[in-house]
């Protein structure tokens, strides 16, 4: 994973209602969830919300896609696994551990 891209990433997460966000489109699966549907749930102006979004999907953290008349977000989780593995690749002295196992989340396998 491109250092740069990691620190983008990382930097999306470092605030209180991105990470929020991330954390409840990661529940929500590969389905998403609506913009409206996220403002609500987090208590957010819309504003706010797309401020919060931009950044993250800057960080390809997110994936907005057209349903209708409504944009869908979901989480990269292609992108959230990258992050994690660029983060413990040197794990443990390069000796193999639980923290560099991949995780198996959303029907993906390792």
């Known amino acids: 994973m491109d ?5 983008r990433a990382l930097g999306a997460l470092a605030h209180e209602s991105r990470l ?6 990661v529940v ?9 549907e996220i403002a609500q749930q987090l208590g957010l102006s819309p504003s706010s919300l797309s401020f919060h979004i931009k950044d993250l999907s800057h960080a390809e953290l997110v994936t907005p ?6 944009v869908i977000y979901t ?9 994690i ?16 196992d991949a995780p198996t ?6």
Do not use: H, K
């Open 65 to 70: 896609r057209q349903s209708g008349r409504f």
């Open 105 to 110: 989340c959303c029907g993906n396998t390792p």
């Open 20 to 25: 929020a966000i991330f954390r409840l489109l």
């Open 3 to 7: 250092s740069n891209l990691v620190v």
């Open 28 to 36: 929500a699966g590969p389905d998403g969830m609506p913009a409206g």
């Open 85 to 100: 593995g660029f983060l413990t690749e040197n794990c443990c002295a390069g000796a193999p551990c639980a923290a560099s």
């Open 75 to 83: 989480a990269n989780f292609d992108a959230m696994t990258g992050l």
